[in-house]
């Protein structure tokens, strides 16, 4: 549930129209808004088909070449559309380095950190911490006038030092693993309660959206029972939630930026109206202890509800969809689960190693740094490709297999450091409770067809749909 924001330059100050995005982010590079074509790859972990866009295997000679394509790859990944199989171009990057510069005219160079050590390097140094206003000013000059963006902005999320410690420690208590651990009852009751409509839908024979009918009513449901809001109002936050995610986005057209300002205007919306309500009749709940915590502060009360129901809906959302499609196409793993709940936290773990939702992580130079070997100047953004990093090979053997039997390992998927996710807990208990629920419930569940991934999604991964047969028909 680490959220990040990067927001897109306008490198002419004009915005594009029709299908371009209005610019490249933290580059000032124009890029249309073509779907990028995959690279190839052998049998991925998510079992999505190579396409015909070959990147090459042979490494490049001569840093020339190496940042010509280094820059090619990042105009692919700053497309608002969602790249199915994204990660033979990550690992196309890791054999390139750990840290590659991307240079374009008139603007300070951008680097992607590519493996895992480097990236747990980058989000541990002290020297680099979160995008600053000026990188917000620089890319995205109306970022305070879109209420979500402005909140998240405000909150914990970006900010460093005493001010990030007093901020997280305001938090800590609700998300301790003993804590978190007490919710299981809970989402064993909302899991019980989804499957159950799922159950009556299933016997229509008609294909089922996972996505509308149980990741995101789960999700929010979960966050919204943790917070004290009302379940009705949980469901339609979530929604709004998901319609705003291209707030949080690498590369967003001038339609999905706009989408985003208006839902996330309504989310913030709906929690001062919360705020205010809990200051007026205080409850036994957790947006209750924050008003009481914030005093007067209503800015800080505000920024902090947005932190925690995006950041605690949006991924956990994502995984729900993004696992399922990983059993569903490793018929094996699904059955080991099914027979073995035991294995639910290896599953899980898995899971968020082969798709993390969150996939690309940005910060910025405090000050001059070196990074595996590679001097970064300050103020310059880094973007730690967390998806590639968590499928290196020097941390696990065979890094594109799925197997739910692997020995956990210490993944980035929640993120690393001082801003390491406090709802991680939350997270990984919410995916253990559900999948071998669902997957008992319907043993015989397959897709109904290919699903459709968020976009732009580059930043922040998942399906919009996902279409199943719950109970298919004999043959």
Not at 102 to 125: I, K, N, Q
């Amino acid at each position: 549930m680490n959220h990040t924001v990067v927001i897109e330059p306008t490198a002419s100050g004009t915005p594009a129209t029709g299908t371009r995005a209005s610019g490249c982010p933290v580059s000032g590079a124009q890029a249309t808004g073509t779907p990028a074509s995959a690279p190839p790859t052998s049998t991925p972990a998510s079992g999505t088909p190579a396409s015909s866009t070959r990147v090459s295997a042979t490494p490049a000679t001569g840093s020339r070449v190496s940042n010509t394509e280094a820059r090619r790859m990042f105009l692919r990944m700053a497309r608002p559309h969602a790249d199915p199989d994204p990660y033979p171009l990550y690992a196309r990057l890791r054999e390139i380095g750990a840290v590659v510069p991307v240079v374009f005219p008139g603007v300070a160079p951008r680097f992607l950190v590519t493996t895992f050590a480097a990236c747990t390097a980058m989000l541990r140094d002290e020297s680099i911490g979160p995008l600053t206003e000026d990188h917000f000013h620089e890319t995205n000059p109306t970022w305070k006038e879109q209420g979500l963006a402005s909140s998240l902005f405000g909150s914990m999320a970006f900010h460093s030092g005493a001010e990030h410690r007093l901020d997280r420690a305001m938090f800590a208590k609700h998300f301790s693993p003993r804590r978190t651990g007490q919710r299981r009852g809970d989402m064993v009751e909302v899991a019980t309660g989804l499957l159950d409509q799922l159950d009556l839908l299933s016997t229509a024979g008609e294909p089922v959206d996972i996505e509308r009918e149980l990741a995101v009513p789960y999700s929010a449901l979960i966050i919204g029972r943790l917070m004290g809001i009302p379940d009705d109002q949980a469901l339609r936050l979530g929604w709004l939630t998901r319609q705003a995610g291209p707030t949080l986005e690498l590369a967003p057209s001038p339609a999905q930026r706009q989408q985003a300002a208006e839902a996330g205007g309504q989310v913030v919306k709906e929690l001062i109206e919360l705020a205010a309500d809990r200051r007026r009749q205080p409850r036994e709940d957790l947006i209750t202890d924050l008003a009481t915590q914030c005093g007067d502060d209503e800015e800080r009360l505000v920024n902090s509800l947005a932190l925690l129901f995006s950041a605690g809906f949006d991924s956990p959302t994502s995984v729900v969809g993004m696992g399922l499609r990983l059993l569903l196409d490793n018929p094996e793993q699904a059955r080991l689960l099914r027979e073995d709940p035991t294995l639910a936290d290896t599953a899980t773990e898995e899971i968020l190693r082969c798709e993390p939702a969150v996939q690309v992580m940005f910060r910025a130079a405090l000050r001059d740094v070196t990074l595996a070997g590679v001097t970064i100047p300050e103020g310059s953004i880094l973007l730690g490709l967390i998806a590639g990093a968590c499928r290196d090979p020097a941390l696990v053997d065979d890094p594109d297999r799925f197997d739910i039997r692997r020995p956990p390992s210490t993944g980035l998927s929640f993120g690393g450091g001082a801003h390491y996710c406090l709802g991680a807990h939350l997270a990984r208990l919410s995916g253990t409770v559900l999948f071998p629920m669902l997957l008992r419930r319907f043993p015989l569940m397959q897709l109904a067809e290919e699903p459709t991934y968020r976009s732009p999604g580059v930043a922040l991964r998942g399906f919009e749909r996902m279409p199943v047969i719950l109970s298919p028909s004999p043959s």
